[in-house]
């Protein structure tokens, strides 16, 4: 009764985070680029009361054993990244990746981030930058922004600015976005604000150019929405608070159990 206690308590336990993700996909579904997260459980150690296969006698072998399981544990919370729908917004600085890869972006000190948010903006520079300010890597500077007419940035990456020069407009390159991949996106570690940073999990990033060997290709004046299916994190949510609610019970019933053995007078 008391192993049942505490089994118990590990499942309530466990599906106490399971939720807390929940929560937090639920919480991101209108997030740009966001990946949503799946909470992993393995059981714990088993108590043997008898090994399956042994001898019963001379000539006879059990069939199978008696092993209590003594509960569940979290074993991991993985990104799941899966693409997310796009989202037409014709505005020239925002780009969907359809397909694998990531941006790179620049982080204060010299580090480096990647995302899948293609809602970037002009700094006071004119560089290319994500809404907090961090410049897009390679960096891609639109000098004299008053003449600029378009901005187009092709499904390979290339970045062509339309300006106007003495009352005629002059196409000109101005850079090349350039997407990373690695060998276990997973591996990678969440640092919030919708950025990623490379661990020796993930692996190291492989650069290459937008639509080509295998690389996504980019959509100017789209955004990837959060791969947040809404109707499966409902589900999963009300399966979990059952869960929670049942593993619940099971305390209560083990706790009746020993108050009934207490209650025995000799």
């Not at 509960?71 to 990244?81: A, E, P, T, Y």
């Not at 620049?106 to 961090?134: C, K, M, S």
């Not at 919708?194 to 150019?209: H, Q, R």
């Not at 299916?229 to 706790?255: H, T």
């Amino acid at each position: 009764m008391l192993r049942a206690l505490w089994t118990s308590a590990t499942g309530m336990e466990a599906q106490q985070t399971n939720l807390d993700v929940i929560s937090h996909n639920i919480a991101n579904v209108n997030t740009v680029g966001f990946k949503r997260s799946r909470a992993n459980f393995e059981d714990l150690i088993y108590q043997d009361i008898r090994d399956p296969g042994v001898m019963s006698s001379e000539e006879n072998r059990v069939p199978s054993g008696i092993q209590i399981g003594l509960g569940v544990k979290l074993s991991d919370v993985s990104k799941i990244f899966t693409q997310g729908s796009l989202i037409k917004t014709d505005k020239p600085l925002d780009v969907a990746i359809q397909g694998r890869g990531f941006f790179k972006i620049e982080l204060p000190g010299g580090g480096e981030a990647y995302t899948r948010a293609g809602n970037f903006q002009l700094d006071d520079e004119g560089y290319i930058v994500t809404p907090e300010g961090y410049k897009l890597s390679p960096n891609i500077q639109i000098s004299s922004p008053e003449t600029v007419v378009n901005i187009s940035i092709s499904p390979n990456g290339k970045v062509y600015v339309v300006r106007n020069s003495g009352g005629e407009q002059v196409t000109e390159e101005a850079g090349s976005i350039k997407l990373y991949v690695f060998m276990n996106p997973a591996g990678l570690k969440s640092i919030g604000g919708n950025l990623f940073v490379k661990t020796d999990a993930s692996g190291e990033p492989i650069e290459g150019d937008p639509n080509t060997d295998g690389y996504g290709k980019l959509a100017q004046g789209f955004l990837e929405a959060s791969n947040v299916n809404i109707v499966e994190e409902m589900v999963n949510l009300i399966v979990a608070q059952r869960a929670y609610e049942i593993n619940s019970k099971g305390i209560i019933a083990a706790d009746e159990m020993l108050r009934t053995v207490a209650s025995l007078k000799t």
